[in-house]
C-alpha cells in the first residue's frame, strides 16, 4: 500500500476471486454468497461502513461500495479475507465508449505526472459493439490528446509504464482503477460447516497448521496443552491466536485450555523416560477426543478433523520419528482423520509463512521436559494406555478445561 493511489472519485472496491471457479456451479454459488457474507462482517467488526454489495452478472466480481474515505481502511481490512484473490479501489461508470473515455481521461490528469509515460490494460467481458483494442486505441488517442493541449508530450509505454490505468467492462458498467492489490493469502472462503480442531502445544507449526486448514475455508476451534511455567507465556500464545482471528469472519475465537503441566509428570513417572513423547501424544489424543465429546460444547461435537503442527526438519524438542509414528496413535480415541499440512515444508518456508501471518508473533519455550534419546515402543505405549493411571489422568485434565474468548 506504500505507493497506492487512493483517487477522490472512487467510491467502491472490485473484488477478485480465483479458486472458486474450479467448482460446479452449485457449489461456485454457495462459496461465493459464503465470500460476500464473510466480507460483509469483516467490515463490521472493523467499524467500515458501506452502502451495498452485489456479484456481477456473470459472477466473475464482487462489488462493494463505499464512501471515498473509509476505502483505504477497507483494503487493509480486505487483504486478510480469506478466499479474496486481489481487488481495486474504483470509479464506476457505463460501458458507453464516450464515458470510459471521459472518466479514463479524468484519472490520468490526477495520476500522471510531466515527464511519465503509460499504458492501459483493458479487459472486457459480455456484449459490446466495440473489442478491448478499439478501447485501448481509443482511450489512449483521448488521453494522449488531453495531455498534449497541455503542452504535454505524454508517451505510451507498454513493457514498462511509469503509470497503468486499468479498465474493466463487464456488461453494463466499465470500472476504472490505477491499483491491484493481492490479498495476503487467497484460498476458499471459510465455511462454518467445515470444523477442524487445532492441537497446540506451543510449537509454532502448532498455529501454522491451523493457519493453512483455515486458509482452505474450515473452521478453527485450538485446543492448546499448556506446559508452561509462567501465565505471561500462556498471554502470548493467546495473543498469537488473536492475530489469527483478524483473518476470520467471526467475532469471537474460542480456544479450549488444557493445564498439562501436571500430567508431563505423570507422565514421567509412568513410563520410561525414552517413551516419554510417545505417552504425551498418546494422552493428547485421548484428552482431544474427551474435549470433542463435550455435551455442553455442542459446537465441538460435529469437528469432523484435527491437525497437527509437526514437520520434518529435525526440530526439537520431539524427535521427527516418533511424531510421525506417534500419529498411528490417534485410532486409539477417534475416527477422525488427521491433517498435517506442515509435513513437506521446510524450515525457512515455516518461518516465512509465519512472518506473514504477522511479523511480532511470540515464541514460546512449551516443553520443560525436553527429553533426549526418544523410541517408539507400541507395547510400552499400549501397556500405558490401558493403565487405570491413564483414565484417571484423562478425567483429571478434563475437570480443568478452560474456555477462553478471543474477540
Known amino acids: 500500500m506504500k505507493n497506492a493511489i487512493f483517487l477522490p472519485d472512487y467510491n467502491m472496491i472490485l473484488i477478485r476471486y480465483n479458486e472458486i471457479w474450479l467448482k460446479s456451479s452449485k457449489v461456485k454459488m454457495r462459496m461465493l454468497n459464503t465470500l460476500m457474507k464473510n466480507i460483509k462482517n469483516m467490515l463490521t467488526h472493523a467499524k467500515i461502513p458501506f452502502h451495498k454489495y452485489q456479484l456481477s452478472k456473470d459472477t466473475s466480481r464482487i462489488f462493494f461500495f463505499f464512501k471515498n474515505q473509509d476505502i483505504p481502511k477497507a483494503v487493509t481490512v480486505l487483504k486478510k479475507v480469506v478466499g479474496i484473490y486481489s481487488f481495486s479501489p474504483a470509479l464506476r461508470t457505463s460501458s458507453s465508449m464516450k464515458n470510459i473515455s471521459e472518466k479514463s481521461v479524468h484519472v490520468a490528469r490526477q495520476i500522471i505526472n510531466k515527464g511519465d509515460n503509460f499504458a492501459l490494460n483493458i479487459k472486457r467481458s459480455g456484449n459490446h459493439d466495440y473489442s478491448s483494442k478499439d478501447v485501448a486505441m481509443e482511450v489512449g488517442k483521448d488521453i494522449v490528446e488531453n495531455f498534449k493541449s497541455s503542452g504535454f508530450d505524454l508517451r505510451v509505454n507498454l513493457s514498462n509504464p511509469d503509470k497503468t490505468i486499468f479498465v474493466e467492462i463487464r456488461e453494463d458498467f466499465s470500472y476504472v482503477f490505477t491499483d491491484v492489490f493481492k490479498s495476503d493469502w487467497g484460498g476458499l472462503p471459510i465455511e462454518t460447516s467445515k470444523k477442524i480442531a487445532v492441537m497446540d502445544v506451543g510449537r509454532p507449526g502448532d498455529l501454522l497448521a491451523g493457519f493453512l486448514l483455515l486458509r482452505r475455508g474450515s473452521t478453527i476451534f485450538p485446543i492448546l496443552f499448556d506446559m508452561m511455567e509462567e501465565d505471561a507465556d500462556f498471554y502470548k500464545w493467546k495473543t498469537n491466536w488473536s492475530v489469527v482471528n483478524n483473518f476470520t469472519p467471526f467475532s469471537t475465537l474460542s480456544l479450549w ?19 516419554v513423547c510417545g505417552a504425551c501424544r498418546m494422552l493428547r489424543f485421548a484428552t482431544i477426543a474427551s474435549v470433542l465429546n463435550m455435551e455442553e460444547e455442542k459446537s465441538l461435537n460435529d469437528v469432523r478433523a484435527l491437525t497437527d503442527g509437526f514437520d520434518l526438519n529435525k526440530s526439537p524438542p520431539c524427535p521427527d520419528q516418533i511424531d510421525l509414528l506417534s500419529l498411528s496413535l490417534s485410532p486409539f480415541f477417534s475416527e477422525r482423520p488427521i491433517f498435517t499440512p506442515n509435513i513437506g515444508l521446510d524450515e525457512e518456508t515455516i518461518k516465512t509463512y509465519i512472518l506473514k501471518i ?23 505405549l499400549e501397556e500405558f494406555r490401558i493403565s487405570s493411571d491413564f483414565n484417571s489422568c484423562v478425567q483429571e485434565l478434563m475437570r480443568n478445561v478452560e474456555k477462553i474468548f478471543i474477540k
Do not use: G, S
Request: with cysteine.
Open 358 to 380: 504477522n511479523k511480532n508473533m511470540h515464541e514460546l519455550d512449551y516443553c520443560p521436559l525436553k527429553p533426549q534419546n526418544q523410541e517408539f515402543n507400541p507395547d510400552a
Open 257 to 275: 485450555r488444557v493445564k498439562f503441566k501436571k500430567a508431563l509428570k505423570f507422565i514421567k513417572d509412568c513410563v520410561a523416560e525414552r517413551n
